[in-house]
């Protein structure tokens, strides 16, 4: 069966969670889970929650933890906390959590992020993994980079990828 035979049985929609990891951002002037939820919408898929964090190690772990065991979602996409800074923890707290990663991701992220910006594309640790039967994406803060991550990856194998970790 090729890629879009498969894809055409795959789910056009999905139920979403969004968390912003900021210690300076609110819902009020977060554009980046904006670009990402406006997106997601665009494309048929239902934003469930949609959230600003501070960038803190147990917060973090807590909020992913409620979601991971939250039936209704079958996504999560976090963006902030994944660069250099110190305070940049959004990688040590989500990938020990993965039952998979999804190495391919980043190295596709990087690509394309230094087609647009260069050599500062080393800078991003994005990564993305399955847990618990849920797909979770830790994308940069930058609008910019959340709008690449979601045109050219994560839109179109959504469906195709929630088919394949329900599949038995």
Known sequence: MSVEE??????????????????????????????IKNLLEKSNHKTIEYLVVPDDIKVIGEKIGQLIEDKEINLIITTGGTGLAKKDTTIETIRPLFERE???????????????????AILSRATAGIVNKKII???????EACQLAMEKLI????????????ER
């Open 6 to 35: 498969h894809k055409k049985h795959a789910p056009d929609s999905t139920n979403t969670a969004i968390i912003t990891i900021s210690s300076s951002r609110t819902l009020e002037n977060d554009k980046s889970g904006l670009v």
């Open 102 to 120: 999804l190495i391919s991701f980043n190295a596709l992220f990087s690509k394309l992020s230094y087609e647009v910006i260069g050599s500062a």
């Open 155 to 166: 839109l179109p194998e959504i469906g195709h990828m929630i088919k394949h970790i329900n």
């Open 137 to 143: 994406f830790c994308l940069p803060g930058s609008p």
